[in-house]
């Protein structure tokens, strides 16, 4: 059996490598190929929240998208829907979990839900927010000794780096040999406000506060494993962003500037200026020192000297200007992660049929944060708060609850429904899948946001409230049910 040799791969070949993104040659000479580590990559975090702020605030199309993403994944609220059996405990922990929600808020900015709303919003701006759990004392007068405090990223301090015995404090969190959290280092008061209002130890790393990992949460999005800190949504929008700002910025000065020229008076000589019949100034270099410069006002005419001619710029115009400006926010739309329709009201190429194709992919990539946002903060607040609940016997809780508290502290998270461009086939194809047991009446009122037994028993209240009134709005009203007699 004859062997086939094997070929010894050539020098150039080598050079180039078989990918393309490996090449050595020198028009990729100049690319990143430092690896750098998951949190090393963000050692300048500080910096990078800072502008991503300064954008936020300054921006309009940053500041529009943000809205954008925090109004579709929060809306009105992540709700919790409790998968407790017992029907009467369900009803009376979630009626406490209403009366709770008003107050849940340290801050007493929002109710729970709002400050949902503030949690993804700073999230997205700075990276990440850190959630901190505080109890209260029983003359407070809550209903629930406990409350929620967002504080911002930058309480935790990016720069601090230490040893705490065996644990590693890296960024601000300190870490245990196993790689689990055990503690977070914050500022006794936000390091970026006025000086007037810090302490000298609050700036110090002295002076921070060690919070055990127990009773904090940490909201972020991480992009690789080990990755401690969050990286704000715009960082991949911040240069082309700032780019563009300037760019506009250059252009709407040029298009006011221009405003105030309404056109040229020229002459080819002196004695055919209708301007002025002075003597004829041969001397250039007089002629130059003699004309005057003055401040442009509204409907400006030049007087041009003999020769002159003036060239005002157009700039960018026509279709080509428009399509630069739509490739632009087109990138920062995608660096932001919302779609450029809903981030310019710009729909002029689309129409209802590709808009659903649009909202459908932004919206599965909303559930990925919303479920985020329920693993990280809202499902840990809803068993700090049923903890609360039993220990403190607010409610009495079932024998065994202490010993094995799980069963009672599953809970689903829905947020409400989504609108489409066309929500009447949304409603008729519902009505198809649950006609034809592809899924079930609870599952679709669930995906709008409410619970299917509040649901029915709105439904029962209002056809007994019908019949009581004689009413009937398009339906065919509900059957009274009949009742059997005992003959006497």
């Given at each position: 059996m004859k062997t086939q040799r094997v070929q010894s791969i050539p020098d150039s070949k080598r050079r180039t490598g078989p990918y393309e993104a490996t090449s050595t040659r020198p028009r990729v000479a100049d690319w990143e190929r430092i690896q750098y580590g998951p949190n090393a990559a963000f050692d300048n975090g500080d910096i990078a929240r800072a502008r991503a702020q300064d954008a936020v605030r300054n921006n309009p199309w940053l500041r529009r998208a943000l809205k954008i993403l925090v109004a579709h994944e929060i809306g009105c609220g992540l709700q919790p829907r409790p998968k407790i059996e017992d029907a009467g405990l369900r009803k009376d922990l979630l009626t406490l979990w209403n009366d709770w929600t008003a107050e849940a808020d340290a801050d007493g900015t929002s109710d729970f839900y709002g400050w949902q709303g503030l949690l993804s919003r700073a999230r997205r701006e700075s990276g990440e927010v850190f959630v901190r759990l505080r109890g209260r004392l029983p003359q407070d007068g809550l209903s629930v000794p406990l409350q929620v405090q967002a504080m911002e990223s930058a309480m935790v301090p990016m720069r601090h780096n230490a040893m705490n015995g065996k644990n590693t404090i890296r960024q601000g969190i300190e870490i245990t040999p196993f790689g689990t959290r055990a503690a977070y280092y914050f500022y006794a008061q936000h390091p970026g406000e006025s000086s007037f209002f810090l302490s000298s130890a609050s700036l110090n790393t002295d002076g921070l506060t060690r919070v055990p990992a127990q009773v904090v949460f940490h909201h972020y999005t991480p992009e690789r494993p080990g990755q401690l800190r969050g990286v704000p949504t715009p960082i991949a929008a911040l240069v082309r962003a700032r780019n563009f700002d300037?760019?506009?910025?250059?252009?709407?000065?040029?298009?006011?500037?221009?405003?105030?020229?309404?056109?040229?008076?020229?002459?080819?000589?002196?004695?055919?200026?209708?301007?002025?019949?002075?003597?004829?100034?041969?001397?250039?270099?007089?002629?130059?020192?003699?004309?005057?410069?003055?401040?442009?006002?509204?409907?400006?005419?030049?007087?041009?000297?003999?020769?002159?001619?003036?060239?005002?710029?157009?700039?960018?115009?026509?279709?080509?200007?428009?399509?630069?400006?739509?490739?632009?926010?087109?990138?920062?739309?995608?660096?932001?992660?919302?779609?450029?329709?809903?981030?310019?009201?710009?729909?002029?190429?689309?129409?209802?049929?590709?808009?659903?194709?649009?909202?459908?992919?932004?919206?599965?990539?909303?559930?990925?944060?919303?479920?985020?946002?329920?693993?990280?903060?809202?499902?840990?607040?809803w068993v700090a708060w049923l903890n609360a609940v039993a220990l403190d016997r607010i409610i009495r809780m079932p024998r065994g609850y202490l010993d094995n508290p799980r069963p009672w502290q599953r809970c689903e998270w829905r947020s409400h429904a989504w609108s489409y461009p066309n929500p009447l086939q949304e409603a008729q194809t519902k009505k198809i899948l649950v006609d034809e047991g592809f899924t079930s009446r609870s599952a679709v009122v669930a995906e709008m946001g409410w619970d299917v037994a509040d649901v029915d028993q709105q439904n029962a209240d209002d056809q007994a409230r019908e019949r009581a009134l004689g009413l009937s709005y398009g339906k065919d009203p509900a059957p009274i049910q009949q009742q059997d007699t005992v003959q006497p």
């Open positions: 300037a760019y506009e910025s250059a252009e709407l000065t040029r298009k006011k500037s221009r405003a105030k020229f309404v056109g040229a008076i020229h002459r080819e000589t002196d004695e055919e200026n209708p301007i002025t019949d002075a003597a004829i100034i041969k001397d250039l270099d007089t002629r130059e020192k003699q004309r005057s410069y003055v401040d442009l006002e509204d409907g400006y005419m030049l007087s041009m000297a003999q020769t002159e001619r003036a060239t005002l710029f157009d700039g960018d115009g026509g279709n080509s200007g428009i399509d630069f400006l739509r490739v632009q926010l087109r990138a920062i739309a995608a660096a932001m992660g919302v779609p450029y329709e809903l981030m310019t009201n710009d729909y002029a190429d689309t129409n209802d049929r590709v808009m659903k194709v649009i909202l459908n992919a932004y919206y599965r990539e909303l559930e990925m944060e919303q479920d985020r946002m329920v693993s990280q903060v809202l499902q840990p607040v």
